[in-house]
């Protein structure tokens, strides 16, 4: 599946959170995510996150879909990362 990842958590484990979500998902702009992911890795990025994060203060919003193609992604200045993969 498809997801976008937000987060904001406080400024103590933001550093964490974000090492954290770059081994799942690509970087696009502070504290955002995207990319494509499987149940269970999305899973284990939450479990992950959850270990440190404080639930009364930090947040995490995912928008999931299908499949990126079902997505129109509009960029309007420099955009953070290229995530072209070529194989």
Known sequence: MYV?????????RVAKMLKLCRKYLNWIQNSVFEGEISEVRLHE???AAKKFMKEE???IIIFK????KWTEKQVVGKERRDI???L
């Open 57 to 59: 203060s930090d947040s």
């Open 65 to 68: 879909g299908r499949d990126v």
């Open 45 to 47: 990025l939450l479990i």
């Open 84 to 86: 072209d993969i070529f």
């Open 4 to 12: 976008i990842l937000v987060y904001d958590f406080g400024e103590k």
